[in-house]
C-alpha cells in the first residue's frame, strides 16, 4: 500500500500536475500500471494467483509480498485516495466503468478494459498461446457483466439522440499489423483488443447492427499514434479513401516518457520508415506517428 500512494504522491508533487488538476475537470481511468505490468483478473506479468507465483514474490520483495488479489485492492485503494473520482458502486470497489452524459452532444463511455474481468492476456512468456486464442469466444477485455453495459450504453445513447459517443479504451481497439516491429510470428499487440477478437466483433456487431455511427474511441497504452476508421473488416465494404463503411474513428495517444517498441533511440528517418510501413500495411490505419516518441 506504501508504494502506491508513494508512487501518486510524487506526480501529484509535480507543478504541471498541480496546476492541470487545478485548472481542468478530469474524467480519470487506470491502466495496467496503477497495478502492475499487463494487468487482468487474476494477475500481472509477474505475479498471479497461485502459491508458487507467491512465494516467488514474496522472497523478490523481502518477505513483504502480498496475494495478487490483496496488491490489486491497495493499488485500487490508493487510486481512489489521490484521483478526482467517485466510487461508481458502492457495493463494487473495483468498478471504474461509467458513462457522462453532456446534453445531446455526446456521451463519454470510459471502460475498464485492464482489472475489471478480463481474461488472460500476453505476459510476455505466454504470447504464442495468446495468440493461438485471441479469437476465442469466451474471451473478455471486460468481463460479461461490463460487455452488457456496454453495448446497452451504445444503444441507449443512439435512441436518446446523442450525436457522438467518446469511448475510453486504456487499450488500442483498431486491428494494427505490427509485424514490422514484433515480427511476422506473432505480428498483433495481443495485450490490446488484437487478443480479443470475438469481444471486439461483438461490439462492431452492436454498432453495425443498431446502425450507431459518430463514435470516437480514445486509446493509450501502445506507445505511439495512431489515427485509425472503425470498420469491421472482412464483414462490411469499406474505401480508406473516404472512409465509406466505417462507423467511427480511433485516436491512440502516444506515451509521456515510455519508449516506443520501434526503440527508444530511433533515428527519426527510421521512425519515419516505420510510420510510412504501418499506414501502408493497415487498410484502416490513416496516420500513424513514430517520431513522437523519439521527440519525446
Known amino acids: 500500500m506504501y508504494d502506491y500512494r508513494k508512487r501518486h504522491a510524487s506526480y501529484r508533487a509535480d507543478l504541471d500536475s498541480i496546476a492541470s488538476f487545478g485548472k481542468f475537470a478530469w474524467i480519470p481511468v487506470w491502466d495496467d500500471h496503477e497495478v502492475a505490468d499487463n494487468t487482468y483478473r487474476d494477475g500481472v506479468a509477474d505475479q498471479n494467483n497461485t502459491e508458487s507465483s507467491f512465494i516467488q514474490y514474496d522472497i523478490e520483495f523481502g518477505g513483504e509480498g502480498v496475494s495478487f488479489d490483496q496488491r ?63 479469437n476465442d469466444a469466451g474471451r473478455s477485455m471486460m468481463g460479461s457483466r461490463q460487455e452488457n453495459w456496454f453495448y446497452n450504453e451504445l444503444i441507449q445513447s443512439k435512441k436518446r439522440g446523442a450525436t457522438w459517443r467518446i ?32 469481444n471486439r466483433n461483438r461490439t462492431f456487431k452492436t454498432l453495425y447492427d443498431n446502425n450507431i455511427t459518430n463514435n470516437i474511441v480514445l486509446a493509450g497504452d501502445s506507445h505511439l499514434s495512431f489515427v485509425s476508421d472503425l470498420i469491421w473488416l472482412d464483414e462490411h465494404a469499406y474505401d480508406p479513401t473516404t472512409g465509406n463503411g466505417s462507423i467511427g474513428v480511433e485516436f491512440a495517444g502516444s506515451a509521456v516518457s515510455s519508449p516506443c517498441p520501434y526503440g527508444q533511440n530511433i533515428t527519426m528517418a527510421n521512425a519515419n520508415t516505420a510510420s510510412q510501413w504501418l499506414v501502408a500495411n493497415n487498410r484502416e490505419l490513416q496516420w500513424q506517428d513514430v517520431c513522437e516518441c523519439h521527440r519525446r
Open 72 to 134: 490489486k485492492m491497495n493499488a485500487v485503494r490508493a487510486y481512489f485516495e489521490w484521483m478526482p473520482i467517485r466510487q461508481v458502486e458502492m457495493d463494487d470497489n473495483l468498478r471504474i466503468w461509467r458513462t457522462f452524459k453532456i446534453g445531446t452532444l455526446m456521451d463519454v463511455i470510459m471502460l475498464d478494459t485492464r482489472d475489471y474481468d478480463r481474461s488472460i492476456t500476453d505476459l510476455y512468456w505466454n504470447t504464442d498461446y495468446i495468440h493461438q486464442i485471441s
Open 167 to 198: 469511448i475510453g479504451s486504456q487499450t488500442v481497439f483498431s486491428r494494427i499489423n505490427e509485424s514490422v516491429a514484433y515480427g511476422s510470428e506473432n505480428p498483433l499487440d495481443y495485450d490490446a483488443w488484437d487478443g480479443y477478437q470475438a
